[in-house]
């Protein structure tokens, strides 16, 4: 027991800090941070832990809380599967709260988010695609059918990823002391002959990589039988 509850804590404790930093990372690559004339970092630690980022690994945490929440509804049964529907509304409940305030927050404080929506407005299907996902989360949990939820939750997380890359583009971290020292697809780039032997690896190794994580989705598949060395 004393074993399961340290690595029940450390699963859980690992996992929430990593969603979380990440999120602070994407807000302040949404943000900016002090990035110098050099192209180095110019700030500290507690240049990285303003509001603003702090509320996008919040909502990060609670949208991962939401798509793994189906996700285990999907793969249990019985007493454990009924907790985890309660789970699946307090955690869609938290996702959409922290989705408010952080469209909100950008909208209001960061302008240059929707800069490249004026030069490609079929972006904005994937904003009107997004909200039919997220609106369809409670709906098909409230019709009890969690496989579309999960889908629903798939686009949603796809779609957010989309917006970001195209609201920071052609930026991959934004300079909040000028637009000038921002790092960008060009001048944060390798040679031409790096990216073309990562390129070949990529090319190589991908197929590798989707075909044994296939293999363990398949070894996988199906619900979770709960049996006597299960807890």
Same mark, same amino acid.
Request: aromatic share 16%; hydrophobic share 55%; net charge neutral.
């Given at each position: ?130 909200? &039919?996902? +997220? /609106?369809? !989360?409670?709906?098909?949990?409230? #019709?009890?059918?969690? *496989? ?50 990562? &390129?070949? +690896? /990529?090319? !190589?190794?991908?197929?590798?990589? #989707?075909?044994?994580? *296939? ?17």
């Amino acid at each position: 027991p004393t074993w399961r509850r340290i690595w029940d804590v450390g699963f859980f404790a690992g996992s929430l800090l990593a969603t979380f930093l990440f999120g602070v990372a994407v807000g302040n690559a949404m943000i900016g941070m002090p990035i110098g004339a050099d192209m180095e970092f110019a700030g500290s630690l507690l240049d990285l832990l303003r509001p603003y980022p702090l509320l996008i690994g919040l909502f990060t945490v609670a949208m991962f809380a939401m798509h793994g929440a189906i996700y285990l509804y999907l793969k249990t049964e019985g007493q454990l599967q009924e907790r985890i529907g309660s789970w699946m509304w307090h955690t869609f409940g938290a996702f959409l709260v922290l989705y408010l305030m952080a469209t909100i927050f950008t909208l209001a404080n960061i302008p240059s988010a929707t800069r490249n929506f004026a030069d490609h407005p079929w972006a904005w299907v994937v904003v009107v695609l997004n909200v &039919l996902a +997220i /609106a369809n !989360i409670p709906r098909a949990i409230y #019709l009890g059918r969690p *496989g579309y939820a999960f889908v629903s939750s798939c686009c949603t997380i796809a779609a957010f990823i989309f917006l970001f890359s195209i609201a920071l583009s052609p930026n991959l971290v934004a300079s909040s002391l000028s637009p000038e020292y921002s790092l960008t697809i060009y001048n944060a780039a390798s040679s031409a002959r790096t990216l073309t032997i990562m &390129l070949i +690896i /990529a090319i !190589i190794g991908m197929p590798f990589v #989707l075909a044994y994580t *296939g293999v363990i989705y398949w070894l996988f598949r199906g619900k979770v039988q709960l049996g006597e060395h299960s807890y």
